[in-house]
């Protein structure tokens, strides 16, 4: 038996019923195509594995003893992938077969593309924010955390309508084609949580692979299933951005980002978002 077109890996942590709706939104389809299906548990302690094996019995199952992170658990299912493209899936994202196809499809004509994700909209229907990027910059990166965690304005229009090539895309829904892996390597197991797709991204491009974002095809991204709390978030995001920088960019520019940071948590609270979406209004 030949290889399968697609390996869909679906990291899951704790989640249950999302993943189980998750599954379902492909699942059938999958089966009767013959692509392979890779659910990563990440020491989940709420029975996902028993439900997953119970409904869906043709997945490879592989377990973690704990939770090791978005870029360890999804290594363990990149080792077993043998498809043609794989799909690196949250397990809070609902996409069906068609999509996934014709995404891959996509993927596969374009001899130039290592990477590719659908767009992403939330369940009332909008394009995610922060799906994707023009920009790797640690300043950048910063300002886009600082975006997100405050609830400021959008850093682009996220409703693009044609194919756009950008610097990275999320790894909440990205395809990625088997050879890409081969050659760059696997995500780096350095990054516990965010900053491993855009790691991930900036070395196929330095391998002089594309990547797009695709909005011919979507998906629906329910978000935050298995994050942390906003706080604990934040701290993560910040340490994978410094992280980040440091090993792009030197540790010069990570000692910028970490003294900003420290700049920021001094005026946490109140006067601090005051003062920031003054700054901001005034940034051109």
């Given at each position: 038996m030949g290889e399968p077109f697609l390996t869909i890996i679906v990291l899951t942590y704790n989640t249950r019923d999302v993943v189980v709706r998750c599954?379902?939104?492909?699942?059938?389809?999958?089966?009767?195509?013959?692509?392979?299906?890779?659910?990563?548990?990440?020491?989940?302690?709420?029975?996902?594995?028993?439900?997953?094996v119970q409904q869906f019995p043709n997945v490879k199952i592989i377990r973690s003893d704990k939770n090791l992170g978005f870029a360890a658990g999804m290594n363990l299912g990149l080792k077993e992938a043998t498809g043609q493209v794989i799909v690196l899936m949250n397990s809070d994202v609902l996409a069906s077969a068609e999509t996934l196809r014709g995404a891959a499809e996509?993927?596969?004509?374009?001899?130039?593309?290592?990477?590719?994700?659908?767009?992403?909209?939330?369940?009332?229907?909008?394009?995610q924010a922060f799906a994707f990027g023009k920009d790797q910059s640690p300043w950048y990166l910063f300002r886009r955390?600082?975006?997100?965690?405050?609830?400021?304005?959008?850093m682009h229009?996220?409703?693009?309508?044609?194919?756009?090539?950008?610097?990275?895309?999320?790894?909440?829904?990205?395809?990625?084609?088997?050879?890409?892996?081969?050659?760059?390597?696997?995500?780096?197991?350095?990054f516990f949580l965010y900053?491993?797709?855009n790691d991930w991204c900036l070395r196929m491009r330095r391998a002089g692979w594309r990547i797009l974002y695709d909005p011919r095809?979507?998906?629906?991204?329910?978000?935050?299933?298995?994050?942390?709390?906003r706080?604990?978030?934040?701290?993560?995001?910040?340490?994978s951005l410094i992280r980040f920088t440091a090993k792009h960019y030197g540790p010069l520019k990570a000692g910028i980002i970490r003294a900003l940071l420290a700049g920021y948590r001094a005026l946490r609270g109140g006067f601090a978002r005051m003062l920031i979406r003054s700054i901001w209004k005034e940034t051109p």
């Open positions: 599954l379902e939104s492909f699942y059938t389809h999958a089966l009767a195509s013959g692509w392979q299906v890779i659910v990563v548990d990440n020491g989940s302690t709420d029975d996902t594995v028993g439900i997953v996509a993927l596969l004509v374009q001899p130039e593309v290592g990477a590719l994700s659908p767009l992403l909209r939330t369940p009332d229907g909008k394009p955390g600082l975006k997100a965690l405050l609830g400021l304005g959008p229009r996220w409703d693009v309508e044609r194919p756009l090539e950008v610097d990275w895309v999320s790894g909440a829904c990205m395809l990625v084609r088997r050879e890409v892996v081969e050659q760059v390597g696997l995500l780096d197991e350095q900053f491993e797709d095809f979507e998906v629906v991204h329910v978000g935050g299933a298995s994050l942390p709390q706080d604990q978030a934040s701290q993560i995001y910040y340490q």
